[in-house]
């Protein structure tokens, strides 16, 4: 099990209560619309505020950031607010900007902690420094290069460390951008438990109308705070509208989130909860799985039928049988019960394979 050398994130003055928020615009665009949304959010009680000053797309001619000379409006905004500030940071430069720019924390984008050599740029740029950092899962969902970027920058000496979740890139139709996958930071808070994790709705949705399921979810995972984008004029923004929200609305969805206690009585409740939790996500991948099973059953009917090729293929059904039942049992699974699990997809994909002949026919 990796092991981690933290403390506490705190920030002074402000109380050390679940869950933290942080919020801002997806991009400080101009210096009035960054003061602007500070201020709504200042009203509504959030203390941190998070803005994009170097914006990482991935096409070119997109909106990239205002670059550094939008460091001092968050400057402005610490100073006429008394919010703290942050930014993402990727390279050594932004690191070194930030820092002379007055910003009280950090974070490390997805795109960046899918890199070892540019994580590593980021550790050696905050060796030295007393500053909360935050490391967003890798685009792709892998837990071992996340865990990796987080023990790059602890090395650097800073222990006030938490992951951000973000969601996972997928190729594969969904309702949310970035499929959230929440067994993968179940399993990072099992490996690292005192590792604070914040939840990134907005990125994991895409679309504002998810944002509020997507916070009360992470809430009842027991995560440890929200990063959200919220901007005066949503509609109007430069980066990313559709995920972000008004203050106002921001302040509905804290307003109505629930705050379940990880303890019944003596009897703790929070590991059954994520376990619970995990198997509803395993059974909603298992429906996407199912789905796309199917849909390649339709494509193999349609190939069956314009190469006139009969439905039943006697041989290749015992084939897939035995092969389905030696893996179950390499796996440790029960091959009685997978059989009855295969022969009822089986049949289904029979189903599906004669409907898109029929419809053929016609």
Same mark, same amino acid.
């Given at each position: 099990?990796?092991?981690?050398?933290?403390?506490?994130?705190?920030?002074?003055?402000?109380?050390? %209560?679940?869950?933290?928020?942080?919020?801002?615009?997806?991009?400080?665009?101009?210096?009035?619309?960054?003061?602007?949304?500070?201020?709504?959010?200042?009203?509504?009680?959030?203390?941190?505020?998070?803005?994009?000053?170097?914006?990482?797309?991935?096409?070119?001619?997109?909106?990239?950031?205002?670059?550094?000379?939008?460091?001092?409006?968050?400057?402005?905004?610490?100073?006429?607010?008394?919010?703290?500030?942050?930014?993402?940071?990727?390279?050594?430069?932004?690191?070194?900007?930030?820092?002379?720019?007055?910003? @009280?924390?950090?974070?490390?984008?997805a795109r960046t902690s899918a890199n070892p050599f540019a994580?590593?740029?980021?550790?050696?740029?905050?060796?030295?420094?007393?500053?909360?950092?935050?490391?967003?899962?890798?685009?792709?969902?892998?837990?071992?290069?996340?865990?990796?970027?987080?023990?790059?920058?602890?090395?650097?000496?800073?222990?006030?460390?938490?992951?951000?979740?973000?969601?996972?890139?997928?190729?594969? %139709?969904?309702?949310?951008?970035?499929?959230?996958?929440?067994?993968?930071?179940?399993?990072?808070?099992?490996?690292?438990?005192?590792?604070?994790?914040?939840?990134?709705?907005?990125?994991?949705?895409?679309?504002?109308?998810?944002?509020?399921?997507?916070?009360?979810?992470?809430?009842?995972?027991?995560?440890?705070?929200?990063?959200?984008?919220?901007?005066?004029?949503?509609?109007?923004?430069?980066?990313?509208?559709?995920?972000?929200?008004?203050?106002?609305?921001? %302040?509905?969805?804290?307003?109505?989130?629930?705050?379940?206690?990880?303890?019944?009585?003596?009897?703790?409740?929070?590991?059954?909860?994520?376990?619970?939790?995990?198997?509803?996500?395993?059974?909603?991948?298992?429906? @996407?799985?199912?789905?796309?099973?199917?849909?390649?059953?339709?494509?193999?009917?349609?190939?069956?039928?314009?190469?006139?090729?009969?439905?039943?293929?006697?041989?290749?059904?015992?084939?897939?049988? %035995?092969?389905?039942?030696?893996?179950?049992?390499?796996?440790?699974?029960?091959?009685?019960?997978?059989?009855?699990?295969?022969?009822?997809?089986?049949?289904?994909?029979?189903?599906?394979?004669?409907?898109?002949?029929?419809?053929?026919?016609?």
């Amino acid at each position: 099990m990796s092991t981690l050398n933290l403390e506490p994130i705190t920030f002074p003055g402000l109380e050390n %209560k679940r869950p933290m928020i942080i919020s801002g615009p997806c991009s400080a665009e101009t210096e009035e619309q960054t003061l602007a949304t500070a201020k709504e959010l200042a009203a509504i009680g959030v203390k941190i505020f998070r803005a994009g000053i170097w914006k990482p797309r991935t096409r070119p001619g997109a909106f990239e950031g205002v670059g550094t000379v939008g460091l001092p409006w968050l400057k402005r905004v610490k100073e006429e607010t008394g919010m703290f500030v942050g930014v993402e940071v990727a390279t050594s430069h932004h690191v070194f900007e930030a820092v002379k720019h007055g910003m @009280d924390m950090v974070w490390v984008g997805a795109r960046t902690s899918a890199n070892p050599f540019a994580v590593q740029e980021v550790a050696d740029a905050l060796k030295g420094l007393d500053i909360p950092v935050f490391v967003k899962n890798p685009v792709n969902p892998d837990l071992e290069l996340w865990i990796g970027a987080l023990e790059r920058i602890n090395g650097a000496g800073i222990t006030k460390l938490a992951a951000i979740h973000r969601g996972f890139s997928t190729y594969d %139709k969904s309702e949310f951008r970035n499929h959230p996958q929440w067994q993968i930071p179940i399993e990072l808070h099992r490996r690292l438990p005192n590792l604070p994790i914040i939840s990134d709705p907005s990125h994991i949705g895409g679309k504002r109308d998810l944002i509020a399921q997507l916070c009360q979810e992470a809430m009842d995972l027991n995560f440890d705070g929200l990063i959200i984008e919220s901007h005066t004029c949503p509609e109007k923004a430069w980066s990313d509208a559709s995920q972000q929200i008004t203050p106002a609305r921001l %302040k509905e969805i804290l307003d109505r989130l629930v705050l379940r206690s990880s303890k019944i009585g003596d009897t703790p409740r929070n590991e059954l909860d994520e376990l619970r939790k995990r198997i509803d996500q395993l059974d909603n991948q298992l429906l @996407d799985t199912l789905k796309e099973r199917m849909f390649v059953s339709e494509a193999i009917g349609r190939y069956k039928y314009d190469n006139n090729i009969t439905i039943l293929q006697s041989r290749r059904y015992d084939e897939i049988m %035995k092969d389905r039942r030696d893996r179950a049992e390499s796996r440790g699974l029960d091959s009685e019960f997978i059989t009855s699990i295969f022969e009822t997809i089986h049949e289904e994909s029979i189903s599906r394979q004669s409907l898109v002949m029929n419809k053929e026919l016609k």
